[in-house]
Structures are given as C-alpha cells and as structure tokens.
C-alpha cells in the first residue's frame, strides 16, 4: 500500500510569490491535515480536510489556504510568500470517520522562500 | 528533515539499554495520544497510539504510558538499538471528530555504542 505522497520535495521562491503542494493520501483515506514545522515553532497545524471540506483550522492567517479533491487528494497554498514562511510542510491522511484515529504523514515540502 | 527546536531536550542511551522518553501534554480534555518518530530527512513516523481510557499500551519493543492525573505521557523503547536514534514527539488530539494533533517539542534520541 503506498505511503502518503507529496510534491513537490523542494521548492525555492521568492517573496510576494505564491506557492501550491499537494499532498496523495493513503489510499482509503479520507482525511488531509497539513503541517508547517519550523526549528522555532516546531510542528504546528495548518488546517484539516475531510469529504472536501475544511474540517478544522488552525492559527494562520488567510494567507495560507487549501483545498481537497474528490479522490481526497489535497493542495495547500501560501500566497504573497514571507521569509517566515520558509518551512518543512507535512501532510498527514487518516481515515478519520467519527472518531480520531492515526495519522501517517509524507516526507514533506521543504520551502525556501528568498 | 526539520528536526525542530532549537534547544531540543536530549537523551542519551547505550545501545541494548532502554530508554524512557517523557511528555508532559497540555490539554486534561485530550483524549487520543500518539508517539512519533523522525529521522532526519524524513516525515514523522507513526510508533504507537493510546486513548485516554487505558493508562498502557504495548508494541514491538515500544510502550506507552499514561498518566491523566498530572497530564503525562511516555515512551519506553526496550533494548534501544543504533536505529532508534531520532526526535520523537508526542501528539495530543481532543477533537473527537478532527485530526488537529498539538505535537510536543520533541526529544531527541542519541543511541551510543
């Protein structure tokens, strides 16, 4: 069964830029949360999708967003990039029907923003 | 890989030793709790989950500990092997119906040989 998939590995761009990661969940899986982890912050969350919709949502501003897909794929994006906003950026899937359940995450997006 | 903070808490055991690693969680409503592991260069790896209503649960050389009293958790890892070195974090979730994890500083793990 394959892992959670996301693409880009790398990305370098410049500030006032806007950026797009996707994210491939476990096949089954319905359910999308995405990361941003920082050596200052450490791993802190963004936002969680579930049937294609925005389920929960954490402390960021407007600037970051996403969205799922039918097939539970998801994308996030980061418009009018900061240098602050140079980060790994981890999805994780989980089936997560009525309940919380595990979440398995992917490699992550390293984002360089210059 | 994004092996966090900067001042990360580290530990550091003999190989074949065992080790403890603590986690101190934030929230007396959470309910649902897992262990991570990440290595450098990857995504965090799941290790093993628990659910308020047990105070322990075991694995494949790992378990898992909790105390709801004074909101603590922790992470035995029996015979600790060279491979075992990595940051572990514990994640706290209190939304039965959301996958919003509030993750731990870390720790870090240094196995010697």
């Known amino acids: 069964k394959a892992g959670v998939t996301q693409t880009p590995r790398y990305l370098i761009k410049t500030r006032g830029q806007q950026v797009t990661l996707s994210c491939s969940p476990i096949s089954g899986h319905r359910s999308v949360s995405w990361y941003q982890q920082t050596p200052g912050q450490g791993l802190q969350f963004l936002f969680e999708?579930?049937?294609?919709?925005?389920?929960n949502k954490g402390n960021f501003p407007g600037r970051f967003s996403g969205r799922q897909f039918s097939n539970s794929r998801s994308e996030m994006n980061v418009s009018t990039l900061e240098l602050g906003d140079s980060a790994l950026y981890l999805c994780?899937?989980?089936?997560?029907?009525?309940?919380?359940?595990?979440?398995?995450f992917g490699q992550g997006t390293r984002l360089t923003v210059v | 890989g994004e092996n966090v903070g900067l001042h990360l808490p580290t530990l550091s055991v003999q190989e074949g030793d065992n080790s403890i690693i603590n986690c101190a969680y934030s929230n007396s409503a959470s309910d649902y709790f897992i262990w991570y592991k990440q290595e450098s260069g990857k995504g965090p790896q799941f290790i093993i989950d628990i659910r308020s209503n047990m105070d322990k649960r075991q694995g494949q050389r790992v378990t898992v500990l909790l105390n709801k009293t004074v909101k603590h958790l922790s992470l035995q890892i029996a015979a600790t092997q060279p491979g075992d070195s990595a940051v572990y974090f514990c994640a706290e979730n209190w939304d039965n119906y959301g996958q919003n994890f509030v993750f731990g500083p870390g720790t870090r793990l240094s196995v010697l040989p």
């Open positions: 999708y579930f049937s294609e919709t925005q389920r």
């Open positions: 994780a899937s989980s089936l997560a029907g009525a309940m919380n359940t595990e979440a398995f």
